[in-house]
């Protein structure tokens, strides 16, 4: 099978280059960066195309992997140039801006598949990872279509109201937390932390680290570009600004029953009984 990649220089970019290749398709890339693009063409074995019309008219399958706010001006530039039986795929982060364009483009008959892989570039194996896959127009077939790509993954079916929802909490709350972690402790002997940290420390920084080194922009995007997200920022620093004031008052009773409300919340997981033993796991395996 033949499969575009356009945005195929960014790291999911490279990353879906790699990863069909590996599945023995014939792989087009392109990208605005094109001496990136050729460099991950001629790495890989794949052709390299001068535009996204250029790659995306002749694939049987193309995949938009480009940023958030970037993904529905590509959409609207390829899909009058390929074939009917084409099959566009996009892998925002974010729904709700893609989504207008999608609709338009399964209107006009071209099979469109909105997913959200819920894992990053760094990953070298697919099996027992997810992907959130967000109906357009035919769940079933967009449903098969996605899981013949990626059939090793679990998918994850959510609308796209829900999902970006569900991205505010999953996304943007934690980068949010990572963010201002390390704009705190980068003002600190990192040395010195390290030495004295211990494993709930350690896990932080790990997670901090990794969240920092990305493209800031990318980050920004699921940050501002996301309805919700205000929302459950605003939640979130009034709960800190809360259990704040129980320390500085030195209010045992407020802080324990802050705490115990928050661990009884938690507690509906099911997983929550064996969380200490995966931290300690996570931190081994960094």
Not at 270 to 285: I, P, S, V
């Amino acid at each position: 099978m033949k499969v575009a990649v356009i945005g195929g220089a960014g790291r999911m970019g490279k990353w879906l280059v790699n990863y069909f290749k590996k599945g023995g398709h014939e792989v087009i890339v392109s990208d605005t960066r094109r001496e990136e693009a050729e460099a991950v063409a001629q790495s890989t074995g794949s052709m390299f195309a001068k535009s996204n019309v250029e790659a995306a008219k002749n694939a049987e399958v193309i995949v938009v992997s480009t940023p958030i706010d970037a993904t529905p001006k590509v959409l609207n530039e390829i899909y009058p140039k390929i074939k009917g039986s084409s099959t566009i795929v996009e892998i925002s982060s974010l729904k709700s801006q893609v989504f207008v364009v999608l609709e338009k483009v399964a209107a006009k008959g071209i099979r469109t598949v909105s997913i959200h892989p819920l894992f990053g570039p760094g990953v070298t194996e697919t099996k027992g990872e997810k992907i959130a896959l967000v109906p357009v127009s035919d769940p079933s077939s967009e449903f098969r279509a996605a899981e013949s790509l990626f059939p090793d993954v679990e998918l994850v079916v959510v609308d796209a109201e829900e999902h970006d929802e569900a991205m505010a909490a999953a996304l943007s709350l934690p980068h949010f937390i990572n963010i201002a972690f390390a704009s705190v402790v980068g003002q600190k002997d990192l040395n010195v932390l390290k030495k004295l940290g211990g494993t709930t420390f350690a896990l932080q920084l790990v997670l901090s680290e990794g969240v920092m080194t990305e493209d800031p922009s990318l980050y920004a995007s699921i940050q501002m570009d996301n309805k919700f997200t205000a929302q459950i920022l605003e939640q979130f620093i009034a709960n800190a600004e809360t259990l704040k004031q129980h320390i500085k008052r030195g209010d045992l009773k407020a802080f324990t029953q802050f705490y115990a409300d928050a661990q009884t919340a938690l507690a509906k997981d099911g997983d929550f009984g064996t969380a200490y033993e995966k931290m300690y796991k996570a931190l081994k395996a960094t």
